[in-house]
């Protein structure tokens, strides 16, 4: 059974940082891309950042890409985002998924496996 789970969200000031964590079944997760995504109160879920299955390619949502950043470590089938400069706007649960694509993509559905998400708030 694939397991997804995000850790470290939380509270923070406007301008604070946050690092979250993505731990997966790491057999599924080593040949696969790896995305955030967030959803805001009243608002779809959007993509944020993804990264392919080497760690070679990056993509960010525009809004997020001098702040943010996306890594992963293969062997141990964890992904990360760490976010900088963070504001109210980045407010949101943020989620973790693993995509049957091998390159990163911003379409949600082309992630097979999600966590339950990690609430993030930024106060102002």
């Known amino acids: 059974q694939v397991q997804v789970v995000e850790s470290g969200g939380g509270l923070v000031q406007t301008g604070g940082s946050l690092k979250l964590s993505c731990a997966s079944t790491r057999r599924t997760a080593s040949n696969n891309a790896m995305g955030w995504f967030r959803q805001a109160p009243g608002r779809e879920r959007e993509f944020v950042a993804a990264i392919s299955w080497n760690g070679a390619t990056k993509n960010y949502l525009d809004a997020v890409k001098d702040r943010f950043t996306i890594s992963r470590d293969r062997a141990k089938g964890t992904a990360y985002l760490q976010m900088n400069l963070l504001k109210p706007e980045d407010t949101g649960v943020y989620y973790c998924?693993?995509?049957?694509?091998?390159?990163?993509?911003?379409?949600?559905?082309?992630?097979?496996?999600w966590g339950q998400g990690t609430q993030v708030t930024v106060s102002s």
């Open positions: 998924a693993i995509s049957r694509l091998a390159v990163p993509s911003t379409a949600p559905s082309t992630y097979q496996y």
